[in-house]
């Protein structure tokens, strides 16, 4: 967990997930209910890990779909927004053609307390899914358990996050219940990190690490 210059840590939250294009319809306002269920539950989780009681935070690119429905979630509980774009802003709001998602867009970026663009003009999608994956202490994943089907893509990210020990609370675009999938072996004993871990046990089932939650390629 990360401290800034304030006394209080920070519990950085990333979230990935599939965009509209992949979220059933008939699905999206169970969907919905459900982040928001696990994000006031991480809330809890920064509450029973102890004496430091980190404050926690959303890290976002703000595409249609899951990373919107985390988003206006986390300001509804008074959470800090970092928000991510992978090009100039201009050129990002290019992927969401339907005026009401780009003002959607604009309004979301403009709650966010910080931001950043990254510019990766070979990979941009591979890169926000790192940066994501890079500065999360857990990562929230609205995932449908299929495998990768190229860089950047929510499989990936997942597998990025698993890859360097950080614990994933999966979700399904069913809406279904929450799922925390992290390192079975214990982190050190006494460490914030081990803390983390016993406070996610005692608020989410733990399931095995999946086959698919793996690269591209």
């Known amino acids: 967990m990360a401290r800034t210059g304030e006394r209080r840590p920070r519990l950085r939250v990333g979230v990935t997930g599939h965009r509209l294009n992949q979220l059933p319809e008939d699905s999206r306002e169970a969907l919905q209910a459900t982040i928001s269920a696990a994000l006031f539950a991480l809330g809890d989780v920064a509450h029973d890990i102890g004496r430091d009681r980190p404050r926690p935070e959303l ?42 998602a780009t003002r959607e867009f604009r309004d979301l970026w403009a709650a966010a307390q910080s931001h950043v663009i990254l510019r990766d003009g070979a990979a941009p999608y591979a890169a926000i899914g790192r940066w994501v994956a890079a500065r999360s202490d857990v990562l929230l994943a609205v995932w449908n358990g299929a495998p990768p089907n190229g860089p950047g ?18 979700l399904t675009p069913d809406g279904a219940a929450p799922r925390l999938v992290a390192d079975a072996s214990d982190p050190h004993p006494g460490s914030a990190r081990q ?14 690490r999946p086959a698919e939650m793996r690269r591209a390629g």
Do not use: N
């Open 59 to 100: 890290y976002t690119a703000l595409a249609e779909g899951a990373d919107r429905y985390a988003a206006h979630a986390a300001l509804a509980l008074g959470w800090r927004v970092a928000a991510a774009s992978p090009f100039g802003l201009s050129r990002y709001m290019q992927d969401f053609p339907d005026p009401a």
């Open 153 to 170: 893509g929510t499989a990936e990210v997942c597998a990025l996050a698993a890859g360097a020990g950080k614990p994933i609370v999966w």
């Open 195 to 208: 803390r983390l871990h016993k406070a996610l046990r005692g608020r989410f089932e733990a399931v095995a």
